[in-house]
């Protein structure tokens, strides 16, 4: 299987276009007020009915409470949802209890000691995210166009499909890819003019270089390419 492209925290139908024509797998769409990249229910409900069957659709929240996340399963008809806060295990199982889609659960990364959690996010979400850790005074847990240390993730050999995000552009996603070995890669600031405007050029370069990365040896174990990999010989 290719690797999975998602451009995240799009806000418009021009840049949507964009990111659709250009093949990305995965659109994202934040819901969190204090980013420049949150959508109103009404914009989604537009943006939502435009990608769908086109890319999976990923619904970003944070520490969301149901009735919030209601309100979006409602007007975006998301395929997934990208959990970004705390969100423990325990409300993991909850949300999809209640509203029966994938999670995507978002890891905040500095060091080894990071990933700790992961064994127990394991048991209940569908998919992680690797994310860089945000400053403790960001007024947002990610978005911030900063990367963290791929080699933390070097050795790691996790039995659900992984992406890797944060601070992702054109010119290091095939290093990222090469040192993490992720099955999908996530961008948003990296295809940006300033933040929460996307770049149309920017966006389209990112998924060409992104679509360009040759399978990495020795093979992967675990992301979503090591399958057909492995399949392929
Ligand atoms: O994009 C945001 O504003 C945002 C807000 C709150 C949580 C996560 C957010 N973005 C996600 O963070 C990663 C990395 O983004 P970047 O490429 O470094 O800008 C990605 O998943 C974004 O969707």
Request: net charge neutral.
């Amino acid at each position: 299987m290719p690797l999975l492209v998602k451009i995240c925290g799009l806000s418009t139908r021009e840049t949507l276009d964009v990111a659709l024509e250009g093949g990305a797998d995965m659109v994202g769409f934040v819901f969190f007020p204090p980013s420049p990249r949150h959508i109103s229910l009404e914009t989604a409900r537009e943006l939502g009915s435009r990608a769908k069957g086109r890319a999976v659709k990923v619904a970003l929240t944070v520490d969301a409470d149901d009735a919030i996340l209601e309100n979006i399963v409602e007007t975006l008809r998301p395929d997934i949802l990208q959990l970004h806060g705390k969100e423990t295990t325990a409300r993991l199982r909850d949300i999809k209890a209640k509203f029966g889609l994938p999670l995507m659960k978002a890891l905040p990364v500095e060091t080894s000691a990071d990933l700790a959690p992961l064994p127990g996010y394991a048991g209940v979400a569908d998919r992680i995210l690797f994310d860089a850790r945000a400053p403790k005074d960001a007024t947002r847990p990610g978005g911030l166009g900063a990367p963290f240390d791929w080699h933390v993730l070097e050795n790691l050999d996790l039995a659900l499909p992984y992406m890797v995000s944060g601070g992702l552009n054109a010119d290091n996603v095939t290093e990222a890819v090469r040192v993490t070995r992720a099955g999908g890669v996530d961008v948003s600031s990296g295809v940006e003019r300033m933040p929460g405007v996307k770049d149309p050029e920017l966006i389209r370069a990112f998924i060409r270089a992104a679509r360009a990365i040759q399978p990495s040896s020795p093979l992967p174990v675990h992301g979503e390419r090591s399958t057909a990999q492995r399949a392929g010989g």
